[in-house]
Every structure is written in structure tokens, then in C-alpha cells.
């Protein structure tokens, strides 16, 4: 499955990239499966990633929780908890 | 049923105009009673900021503040509803955000300009980054469970 990831924040900068596109194995099914999939990619990654918890995700532009199910296609956000306003 | 306004969400770099954007909300109406507005700005605090950058998940923003104001719309009885939320680099003293509820009676401008502002404080996709003076190296501004806890007042 191939899903299109978006990085904003210091989850974008320790990643090092704004966004990517990746090939999911068909094991990874859920937000948490993404997470520590993700995890395994690099040092990079791990650093992004080292606390999943406090990591909030937007699937196609609405906020989901990381029990959620991947859609079939469409983007997945990544980024630290919202500090506008 | 009543009918429900239609909330007036932009999301930009450049500035807002506080009383244009309250007169669009009265021009040419004779039923607005109450109009209340928050205008969050940039602080430096105590001297020691000398810019935030505010970076923003684009379309989602829009979109959140979006579904944030329709909500405020349902709850309570708005004639007009303005959020105006800035992106980009912004100096002490400078405009953030803006929210405007006009609505025939104060109570409902007052609350659906709290409500907003606490929502869109935790669930809005913007993230500060604050440059300090005399610093090289920029730091992210860290949520606040305190701002949890402001969102939980709504909860009904």
C-alpha cells in the first residue's frame, strides 16, 4: 500500500524531511502500526518517533488516534501536540 | 430551526484589521446586539523573544478551524462568526489571531469567542517557534497541559 506522509514541527526537522512517499507492508494497519514501522527506518526516524505517545496524526487532513485504521489511500500527518492561537 | 451562520475562516501571512472585520459582521444588519472579539498578539517576553515562526499544516487548517467554528455556530445562536488565524514569521507586538462573534445577546458572543479560542489553541495544526535574542538556535514552544485542561470546560 502506498501512503503519502507529511512532517511538520521538530517531528519534520528530526526527520529531516517535509514529506514522503512510502510502500506500507500489508502488516502495518493501523496508526500505530505507522509509528513503529517508521521507527525501524533510521536513526532519524527513531529520534522523531522515541515517544509515540505525545505524537498526534491527522488522517487526510482530520485528527485520528493511533488506534485508528490507515485509509486505503490519501495522507498521513505527523506532528507534535498544536500550539497556535 | 434557527438558522445557523455561515463562520468566516481565513488563514494567511499578512495582517488583519480588528474593526473591518467587526463592522463586516454589523454592516447593513439590525439584529446584532453583541459583538465580541479576542485578538491574540505576539509577546516578547519580558525582552527576551525577538520573533515566533508560526509554521501550519495548509488545507487542514483551514479545515479544522473550519469544523471548530461550525461547531460554535450550532451551539450557540451567532449571527456572524470570524476566525482569522496568521502563519509565517511574527514580531513582538504583531497580530496572531483574531476571532470575532456577533450574535443578538452578549452571553452567546462571549462564550462562542472562549470556546473558539480554546479549541484552536489545541486542536488548530500550528506550532510556534520562538527566536530568542541573542540566540542562534530557534526553539519550539511546548504545549501546555494547561490548554487541555481550558478545552475540557466545553465538554458537555
Redesign the interface.
Known amino acids: 500500500m502506498t501512503m503519502k506522509l507529511i512532517y511538520f514541527a521538530w517531528v519534520r526537522e528530526r526527520i529531516g524531511l517535509p514529506e514522503e512517499t512510502v510502500d506500507l507492508p500489508a502488516d502495518v494497519k493501523t496508526v500505530a502500526d505507522l509509528l513503529n514501522w517508521l521507527k525501524e527506518r533510521g536513526e532519524n526516524y527513531e529520534t522523531a518517533l522515541e515517544r509515540p505517545e505525545v505524537i498526534r496524526v491527522a488522517i487526510n487532513q482530520e485528527h485520528a488516534d493511533h488506534a485508528a485504521p490507515l485509509p486505503a489511500k490519501g495522507e498521513i500527518a505527523l506532528f507534535p501536540p498544536m500550539t497556535g492561537g | 430551526m434557527r438558522s445557523v451562520c455561515e463562520p468566516l475562516v481565513r488563514v494567511q501571512a499578512g495582517d488583519f484589521d480588528l474593526a473591518t472585520e467587526a463592522r463586516r459582521l454589523s454592516d447593513g444588519r439590525r439584529d446584532v446586539g453583541a459583538i465580541v472579539s479576542f485578538t491574540?498578539l505576539c509577546r516578547d517576553d519580558g525582552g527576551r523573544l525577538e520573533a515566533l515562526e508560526?509554521?501550519?499544516?495548509p488545507?487542514?487548517a483551514e479545515?479544522?478551524i473550519g469544523r471548530i467554528a461550525g461547531e460554535a455556530a450550532q451551539r450557540w445562536p451567532l449571527s456572524g462568526l470570524t476566525v482569522i488565524?496568521r502563519f509565517g514569521r511574527i514580531a513582538p507586538g504583531e497580530n496572531?489571531?483574531l476571532v470575532v462573534a456577533a450574535s443578538a445577546h452578549r452571553r452567546a458572543a462571549f462564550e462562542a469567542a472562549d470556546f473558539l479560542?480554546d479549541y484552536?489553541?489545541?486542536?488548530?495544526?500550528?506550532?510556534?517557534?520562538e527566536h530568542a535574542a541573542g540566540e542562534t538556535e530557534a526553539g519550539?514552544?511546548?504545549?501546555k497541559d494547561r490548554d487541555q485542561e481550558d478545552m475540557k470546560r466545553w465538554k458537555r
Open positions: 491574540g508560526l509554521e501550519h499544516y488545507g487542514m479545515a479544522e488565524h496572531i489571531v479560542m484552536l489553541k489545541s486542536r488548530a495544526p500550528f506550532w510556534k517557534k519550539w514552544v511546548e504545549a
